[in-house]
């Protein structure tokens, strides 16, 4: 029979690097639990968590690390569009990780290298994601640049993103988070002339709306919003949102989503 094609893209994201940090560690205790051949045992599921731990010795506590709070709030805009799911080379303690962390309710599907057998850049564990949720491709986004060119190719669109602005702009110029960004400022004046001075840079639309403050009755207590959604080189605004952010706080003001 053949299989209905999903509704919505497919957005596969990492985890560590991408949507969880931790504090470096010691260069001692480093060198140890990242060895290749006992990483690969921790991350296949050849051995537990505990057992690593106990391998690479004192100094490596269990920690769940910490949120990178802008990324996930880029993942929350992305499932309004996407199917998202985590791929992440992992050891049995994920799922521990990402309840102590609040994330275990952020993603439609959660996929542990630990479970699967296989860890990236393996191309199998790639094919293997998709064939189980039955799609043909997907754009998966990772911190490492090794790991992106193995989904690439397996036949998915793999991107590089170090930092989260990378994230974002991978997101945005694909269509999986929405293009606008309100730039809000607190003189109309200002906000006017700024607005005119965008449209001339190639910036769209550029039009200018009084937004009062929820709960104001006062009529002067507003905001004044420019809306942004292309930018000069015909990408999404919202993947120039640090551009946007410096811009809006040079002003006194702030930068929202569109």
Request: glycine share 8%.
């Amino acid at each position: 029979m053949e299989r209905t094609p999903p509704l919505k893209p497919l957005l596969l994201l990492d985890l560590d690097g991408v949507l969880r940090s931790f504090p470096p560690l010691p260069g001692h205790v480093a060198e140890a639990a990242f060895e290749p051949a006992l990483l690969h045992r921790a991350v296949t599921g050849r051995i537990s968590d505990e057992q690593w731990r106990r391998e690479v010795g004192a100094g490596f506590a269990a920690t769940p690390g910490e949120v990178v709070v802008e990324a996930l709030a880029l993942v929350r805009a992305a499932r309004q569009r996407c199917f998202v799911a985590l791929l992440t080379n992992a050891t049995t303690r994920l799922e521990a990780d990402l309840a102590l962390l609040g994330l275990d309710g952020e993603f439609d599907a959660v996929f542990s290298s630990a479970r699967l057998g296989l860890a990236k850049p393996d191309s199998a564990v790639f094919r293997r994601v998709l064939d189980e949720l039955g799609y043909e491709t997907a754009v998966f986004c990772d911190d490492s640049a090794e790991n992106a060119a193995a989904a690439r190719t397996a036949g998915l669109d793999g991107v590089h993103v170090p930092d989260t602005a990378a994230l974002r702009t991978a997101l945005a110029v694909r269509g999986l988070i929405p293009a606008t960004v309100l730039v809000i400022l607190p003189d109309r004046d200002e906000a006017e002339e700024l607005a005119a001075s965008l449209l001339a840079g190639g910036w769209e639309p550029c039009a200018v709306h009084r937004d009062m403050l929820a709960g104001e009755d006062d009529a002067e207590d507003v905001d004044w919003v420019i809306e942004l959604t292309t930018a000069p080189d015909g990408s999404p605004a919202s993947a120039h949102r640090a551009e946007l952010d410096d811009l809006a706080e040079r002003h006194d003001g702030f930068t929202d989503d569109g």
